[in-house]
């Protein structure tokens, strides 16, 4: 069955970086675009990043953009998420995610278990 | 960038309720939006797809309707298990949510 897995979260001080990974297994990972979602502290759900199946198309929300950089490694089925500059306001649990196409439409159909990203001094 | 707006943030209701979420695009997005439900502690899960669509395994007393900026989300007959909070995503252009609507037993 499909799992994704995240890792790499923690403490980290205001300015720091992190680099998030999610291992993938159960599917052909090179076949579908991956996504990361944050959910801050009692908050919604927010889409950071995309990436297509080759990696040749990356997307970012605006407050990431300059500061994250999505990444795969098709062939150690993983996905990445290195994290500069980090702020207060980036903490939250990061979800990795799988994308998929029904009736010509994106949907989220695997998320991980989430991983914490805590900024602060 | 597309905005999207749900309202409303929270509603209290009773079981066997017809409730009734509303989300609203800030541009046109076609039918290109979903909707996932989230319970404490887990990651959401996938409703309706394509606006209307019913995502396998889910009750038919989930139904979505719409098209363009106006989308809505209807429970016919809320149960126990429906007490939630409910997201939709617009997949036109990127994969925004909305704000989210916290279903609340009343």
């Known amino acids: 069955q499909v799992q994704l897995a995240e890792s790499g979260g923690g403490l980290v001080e205001p300015g720091g970086s992190l680099r998030l990974s999610c291992a993938a297994s159960g599917f052909i990972f090179s076949d579908f675009y991956m996504t990361w979602i944050r959910q801050a502290p009692g908050k919604g759900l927010e889409w950071v990043s995309y990436i297509s199946s080759r990696g040749s198309s990356i997307y970012y929300t605006d407050s990431v953009k300059g500061r994250f950089t999505i990444s795969r490694d098709n062939a150690k089925n993983s996905l990445y998420l290195q994290m500069n500059s980090l702020r207060a306001d980036d903490t939250a649990v990061y979800y990795c995610?799988?994308?998929?196409?029904?009736?010509?439409?994106?949907?989220?159909?695997?998320w991980g278990q989430g991983t914490l990203v805590t900024v602060s001094s | 960038d597309i905005q999207m707006t749900q309202s409303p943030s929270s509603l209290s209701a009773s079981v066997r309720d017809r409730v009734t979420i509303t989300c609203r695009a800030s541009q046109s997005i076609r039918k290109s939006l979903n909707w996932y439900q989230q319970k404490p502690g887990k990651a959401p899960k996938l409703l309706i797809y394509?606006?209307?669509s019913l995502q396998s395994g889910v009750p038919s007393r989930f139904s979505g309707s719409g098209s363009g900026t106006d989308f809505t989300l209807t429970i016919s007959s809320l149960q126990p298990e429906d007490f939630a909070t409910y997201y939709c995503?617009?997949?036109?252009?990127?994969?925004?949510f909305g704000g989210g609507t916290k279903v609340e037993i009343k």
């Open positions: 394509a606006t209307s």
């Open positions: 995610a799988r994308v998929n196409a029904q009736l010509g439409v994106d949907i989220i159909d695997h």
């Open positions: 995503q617009e997949t036109f252009t990127t994969l925004t």
